[in-house]
């Protein structure tokens, strides 16, 4: 039910009942974590309902706070969904670049860069939820601004890496075929259970990052002619 101020607890971000919304809006943010709760919950409820399917009013219910307060952190919905993005894609792109940068020897960089990616898929679905969707949407606006700006950050030096490790290859293909099968185990989840793939049930990161790695190692190996 709508509440004003921190009045509820919502996942990691425990808030106080006596908190009013004036507080609320005022508080030092290490007193009450406001802002990564707003982006948090947006993330949230996108990856459940779509862009056109939230309003702000939704994202104020579900924090906690009147739509007011939620203005005076973000003048539109589109200014909260980049804010949500970006701040949920940062860390995440941080620890893959740090992986795949993580030795001198590609192919190493290369494992490094499976198991990170592999756990990020596994450990966050509802970001990976929130990224088919808007895939099926297919916003241009939206899409350019995940492309140009989340994407790329990735992408660009995951590219380079392939280059590295098999020069002359098409690396922009190699790396959505890579994506592809680091994702697919994790999206085929739901459905696994009416399927005979469902007897030893989901794998872990680890055990899709090796089957990736046994797959790719001898094609990179292989000395072209």
């Known amino acids: 039910q709508p509440m004003g101020g921190c009045s509820r607890n919502l996942g990691r971000f425990p808030v106080s009942e006596s908190i009013n919304e004036r507080e609320l809006t005022c508080m030092p943010m290490n007193l009450c974590p406001t802002k990564p709760r707003i ?27 009147s739509p007011p307060a939620l203005y005076n952190h973000f003048d539109t919905k589109d200014a909260l969904y980049r804010a949500a ?25 290369l494992q490094g860069f499976m198991e990170a990616i592999t756990t990020e ?3 966050d679905r509802s970001f990976h939820r929130f990224m088919q969707r808007e ?37 922009d293909l190699l790396s959505e075929m890579i994506f592809g099968m680091a994702k697919q185990h994790f999206e085929m989840t739901p459905v696994r259970p009416y399927t005979s793939m469902n007897a030893a049930g989901e794998r872990t990161a680890a055990d899709v990052a090796r089957m990736i790695l046994s797959v790719l190692t001898p094609f990179f190996r292989e000395v072209d002619k």
Request: aromatic share 8%; proline share 3%; net charge negative.
């Open 85 to 109: 993005v970006s701040a949920t894609f940062e860390d995440k792109s941080a620890r893959l670049f740090t992986a795949m940068s993580a030795s001198k020897e590609p192919l190493q960089c």
């Open 135 to 171: 895939m099926l949407d297919a916003d241009d606006e939206r899409l350019a601004f995940l492309g140009n700006f989340i994407f790329n950050k990735v992408q660009q030096p995951f590219t380079q890496l392939l280059e590295k490790l098999k020069p002359g290859c098409d690396a």
């Open 121 to 123: 898929i596994q450990e």
């Open 39 to 65: 982006l948090e919950t947006a993330i949230t409820l996108f990856s459940m309902k779509g862009y056109s399917g939230v309003s702000m009013r939704d994202i104020a219910r579900e924090v906690g706070i």
